[in-house]
């Protein structure tokens, strides 16, 4: 891998302070971070002037359906059971595994111009997704995706199978198991999925109280809340990291943060299906990780974490006040906390050692003109526009905002997309 | 003024049907919307060739305080009391009528990136900013901001002298009698705004139950709520535009509904200070025309009018269901609802004989494929990247996301932002 020498480059150090630094980039880590790099550091290496430039973590996306990027608009404003019935299932039905391939590739495309490097796949045919990771330079936890109600006896066997297998697990693409959630998925298959991601040392993602409905289901079902079930099954651990967790009770939130489980938000995905607010500020208090997700783009519909960064914080302040979730804090919640819960454990951060995951910021964008504070300007008033570089495992993904190939996945995916909505 | 015939350009007719047709503008106006323009129609014309392109309403931004990009990201996550005393105000207290023309620059810089072409004003030495907006090509309806608590007697009278003389309206400047709220304006005052406005035929725009502790106070020194008072004062009309409207009874939806009057939703800004959640719901419910405006830079932190879209149109879904506020109403109150309550009558839609204020959007985006639906797209996945050009009146004020003079406007911006900040 080629080294990579970032010259002049802003970082935020503590609190609002700023200052440029050399940054040498080599076996895709943060070599060194320094004042200025030695003639030994620069040999060899790709020289980029940065002094347009700040560095920021790369956003990790805690919770996505990647290949959905296919269905985005195709419906919209309307009540969850019409949507899913009536376009979203019968659309789903028609797709094939190259559309899933097309779909994923336009997503990861998509990812990377929003300065997402890292995303968590609960969807089908798992391997075209894998194949697109890899090819297109970026990180995933992809799902083997368990349901007995979405899946024929068949296919249940063959996920099982898969997972004992770690077939095309890599440096970049780690398998997850991910049952659908305790309402697609009987108890005796979430305790097989909890039994394998023990033996095999996976983790486990699921869709976790996400509507009151849901909710209410289980304790009908079950006589407790998703939460307390996954607790009585023996799934709720260190290593189980679930999506949404919009309805918690007070019990739930001490449940889950004691088991030291890790809540994936995804709000613009909740608030536009209107189940929820997420109760940030009860998680917080409570002591609950919080990660952040997009959810696919049927519902929400991009795969932006910075839309999700700045409207977490917006929703934790309006909740409880001014001073919650600061923008520091609601960073975190889009990069380094991903990373963690996900066992990326060198990851989510401008550090010495750290893996070389990061975006080049264009502080000549007029969003973060004046810069007073450079994270508060990044996480308050930048958007994708603001993002004109993008490095994942120390390899440019994005450069000047141009993806290479990226003019035949859109061309591909919209001939796809046109295709199903006709078929 | 120069023709402009934009060539194949895609717009969405009814529901999600689109297609591609000529746009010719001429004397500001879009002057034929046809299947393609004759010999005679593109004589004189600049001929753009629009095929990558969608052709959306511009922006108008119903509240701002433009001049305060220069305290963007200056202080944050703070309670209100405490952000305003201790950082705004004795940030504010420094600036003088040149500063306010370089912040001005900023704000209407930031705005023509991100599709705005007018915003309402309300800050001070109105002058400066009068003249960046006939300067840089947009519209805009500036406040002679009325407060006997923020100015001295003297600054006092000078403002309503100037409201008897109108001095610098023009086309695409208007000005407006924006008594501040009723907490910063006594009542004497606020009668003599009303009085002003209705001899010299100006709209009334003001701050209205932003805080419950507004409410709460005016209801202590007046036995009523803003609103109320406002009706007291025969202020309440057609041609009152009030900012916020967070905090309203039943009773205020209804007198201010069946006045007519026009709600400015700022929903970033109420979040962000923990103001609460506008309660677009029942705003709808009882008929109150709905506006959006971003509010200030220090409070948001960005001028960018989609975000307001977005997030109005999930904090709808969220408040009551997921059919609640569709796209298309969304883009509306961004649009042709703001133009109409600054008496724009015939802007914020593309239509023949409609003012020539137009995005062209770039359907190559990757947020903007597949494209099932171009306004379910623009509203619910694009951002600032994907537009392209921006129209006002008839002329570009942007093209390809390049806009003449801003590294100029940015580099004084930085200058002075930091003097400032240092002083």
């Not at 309006?318 to 804090?329: F, N, Q």
């Amino acid at each position: 891998m080629k080294k990579i020498a970032l010259k002049s480059v802003t970082l935020q150090a503590e609190g609002a302070c700023m200052s440029k630094k050399d940054i040498l980039i080599e076996g895709g880590r943060f070599a060194r971070i320094c004042e200025s790099l030695s003639p030994q550091d620069l040999d060899g290496a790709e020289v980029v002037d940065c002094s347009r430039f700040a560095i920021l973590p790369a956003f990790y996306n805690g919770h996505t359906h990647a290949a959905m990027t296919l269905v985005r608009g195709y419906a919209d404003d309307m009540e969850l059971g019409r949507w899913l019935t009536q376009y979203i299932w019968p659309f789903e039905a028609k797709l094939t595994a190259g559309d899933i391939e097309i779909g994923s590739r336009l997503a990861v495309l998509e990812m990377i111009k929003s300065g997402t490097v890292f995303f968590a796949d609960m969807y089908w045919h798992r391997e075209q997704t894998m194949k697109v990771v890899e090819e297109m330079g970026v990180r995933a936890a992809i799902g083997v995706t368990i349901s007995d109600l979405l899946s024929s006896p068949e296919v249940l066997e063959q996920n099982f199978e898969f997972l004992k297998n770690h077939t095309g697990e890599s440096e970049r693409v780690k398998l997850v198991v991910m049952p659908h959630s305790v309402y697609a998925v009987g108890n005796q298959v979430l305790k097989r999925c909890v039994e394998v991601a023990r033996s095999e040392g996976y983790l486990i993602h699921t869709h976790l109280s996400e509507t009151l409905k849901e909710v209410n289901d289980c304790k009908e079902k079950y006589g407790c809340s998703p939460v307390e079930f996954w607790d009585k099954l023996g799934g709720l651990n260190e290593r189980f990291i679930a999506a949404h967790c919009v309805h918690f009770s007070d019990e739930d939130v001490r449940l889950f943060a004691g088991a030291g489980a890790t809540a994936v938000l995804n709000p613009c995905s909740n608030l536009k299906l209107s189940s929820g607010i997420p109760p940030i500020p009860a998680l917080m208090a409570g002591g609950v990780k919080l990660a952040l997700g997009t959810d696919g783009a049927s519902s929400n519909n991009n795969l932006d974490m910075h839309e999700e960064m700045k409207l977490a914080a917006l929703l934790a302040k309006v909740s409880a006040s001014a001073e919650t979730l600061p923008a520091g804090e609601a960073l975190k919640m889009a990069t380094v906390n991903v990373a963690r819960a996900y066992g990326l454990c060198d990851a989510g951060e401008i550090r010495e050692g750290a893996l070389a995951d990061a975006l080049l910021v264009d502080l000549d964008n007029e969003r973060m003109v004046p810069c007073h504070d450079l994270v508060s300007n990044w996480v308050y008033s930048g958007d994708s526009s603001c993002i004109d570089s993008v490095i994942c495992n120390g390899q440019f993904v994005m450069r000047g905002r141009h993806v290479d190939g990226e003019e035949e996945i859109k061309e591909a995916a919209r001939a796809c997309a046109k295709r199903l909505a006709n078929a």
